[in-house]
C-alpha cells in the first residue's frame, strides 16, 4: 500500500506526483493538477498516457529506469501540457517500501518553460545582432574585390576599343580574373546568407574542425588588412561533438568578431589571434586567445546580458553564446592571459554513437 504523501508533496513548490510499481499517477499535488488541467487525476492516469499522451511506456524511461536501479534519474522534456507549450526539468526519486525494495516514484517537475522561451528569444536576437555585424563586415569585404572587379571589366573595355582584335591569351587573363572576383563576391554573400538565416536545427554530431574553418574564413580579409595574424593549433580533425552545427559556428563567429574588435585599435607588433583544442576521453576544449587588452576590470561582467565597453556594442553576444552552449550542455569561460590578451574557452562533450554496439 502507497503511503499517504499528500501533505508533503502539497508543500513543496514545484509540480510533483507520486508513481507505483506499473507506473499509475497514485498521488498528485495542486501544482501538478493544475499545471497539467487536462489531465482527469481522479482516473490515476498512466504518466506515459496522462503527459506525454503514450499507449505504453515512454522508450528508454527514465523513471523505469530507476525503479529499477534505485538510482535518481533527471532528464528534461518539451512541448508538453494542453498547448505544448510547457517545459520541464524532471527529477525521479526511487522510494523503498519496508521490504527494501523499491515500490514508488516521486517525480518532481520543475517548470523551466520561461528560460526555455528566454533562450529561444535570445538566440533569434543573436541572429539578428550577428547578421547586422556580418553586414557590416561584408560591405568590408566586398569593397575591395568590387573595384577590382570594375578596374579589370575598364581595362578590358579599353584594351578593346584600342584594339579590337585581342589575343586569347590577354582575354583570358581579364576573365579568369573578373571570374576570381566574381566568386569571391559571391562566397561572401553565401556566408551572409547562411549566418544569417534562423534554422531550427537540433543538436546533433558536429564537427567542430568545420565550425572553426568556416567560422574563420570570412574573417580572413578583415583580419589582412588590419595586419591581424590566425595562428592555428589544431590536429587534422577533431573529433566531433554535441551541438548544433550552425549556431556551433554563428557562436565561434561572435567570438572571433570580439577577438578582432579588441585587436583592430591596438597599434601595436604582434597582433594575434589563436585557437587552440585539447580533448579527453569525454569532452574537447577550444580556447580562443587575443593578443588584446583582456577583460581586466570586466571580467566578471562579460557574460552579463547588455553590459558592453563599448559605444555602439549591445553586450548580448557572450551571453547568448553561453546560453546557446549551456542547451548543448557546453560551457564557456573567459580568463585573462598571463601574457595579456583574452582568452575564451569553450568546452563540449563528445558525441557518443549509441547506435553502435
Excluded at 12 to 26: A, E, N, S
Excluded at 111 to 124: A, G, W, Y
Excluded at 316 to 343: F, K, N
Aim: hydrophobic share 40%.
Amino acid at each position: 500500500m502507497t503511503p499517504d504523501w499528500t501533505n508533503l508533496i502539497d508543500l513543496m513548490p514545484f509540480g510533483v506526483y507520486i508513481l507505483d510499481k506499473d507506473f499509475q499517477v497514485v498521488q498528485a499535488n495542486r501544482t501538478i493538477q493544475n499545471m497539467f488541467h487536462h489531465v482527469d487525476f481522479s482516473k490515476l492516469p498512466f504518466c506515459y498516457f496522462g503527459f506525454f499522451g503514450h499507449q505504453d511506456y515512454c522508450q528508454d524511461c527514465p523513471c523505469k529506469q530507476g525503479m529499477l536501479d534505485g538510482k535518481t534519474q533527471q532528464f528534461t522534456k518539451h512541448n508538453l501540457g494542453p498547448f505544448q507549450n510547457i517545459s520541464v526539468h524532471v527529477t525521479a526519486i526511487p522510494i523503498q517500501g519496508v521490504s527494501g525494495a523499491n515500490e514508488n516514484i516521486m517525480v518532481i517537475y520543475e517548470d523551466i518553460s520561461e528560460s526555455v522561451h528566454l533562450n529561444d528569444s535570445m538566440q533569434k536576437a543573436f541572429r539578428v545582432l550577428t547578421s547586422s555585424s556580418l553586414a557590416s563586415l561584408v560591405s568590408h569585404e566586398m569593397n575591395q574585390p568590387l573595384n577590382s572587379l570594375l578596374l579589370s571589366a575598364s581595362s578590358l573595355k579599353m584594351y578593346v576599343e584600342k584594339e579590337p582584335v585581342l589575343e586569347p591569351a590577354t582575354i583570358a587573363k581579364y576573365a579568369d580574373r573578373i571570374e576570381k572576383l566574381s566568386e569571391r563576391m559571391a562566397g561572401t554573400v553565401e556566408q551572409l546568407r547562411r549566418h544569417g538565416t534562423w534554422s531550427e536545427e537540433q543538436p546533433s554530431a558536429s564537427s567542430p574542425s568545420h565550425a572553426i574553418d568556416d567560422a574563420t574564413s570570412i574573417f580572413a580579409e578583415r583580419m589582412t588588412s588590419a595586419r591581424i595574424t590566425l595562428i592555428k593549433k589544431l590536429p587534422p580533425e577533431l573529433p566531433l561533438i554535441w551541438a548544433s552545427p550552425a549556431d556551433l559556428e554563428m557562436s565561434l563567429a561572435s567570438i572571433m568578431t570580439n577577438a578582432i574588435q579588441s585587436l583592430e585599435n591596438q597599434y601595436k607588433v604582434g597582433r594575434n589571434i589563436t585557437i587552440e583544442a585539447t580533448t579527453t576521453s569525454e569532452i574537447l576544449a577550444i580556447s580562443i586567445r587575443d593578443t588584446g587588452v583582456g577583460f581586466g576590470a570586466n571580467l566578471g561582467r562579460a557574460l552579463e546580458p547588455f553590459f558592453t565597453t563599448r559605444d555602439r556594442g549591445m553586450g548580448l553576444g557572450l551571453a547568448i553564446v553561453q546560453s546557446t552552449l549551456r542547451a548543448w550542455g557546453a560551457e564557456i569561460m573567459l580568463a585573462d592571459h598571463p601574457q595579456g590578451g583574452a582568452i575564451v574557452r569553450l568546452i563540449f562533450r563528445l558525441f557518443q554513437d549509441r547506435s553502435k554496439p
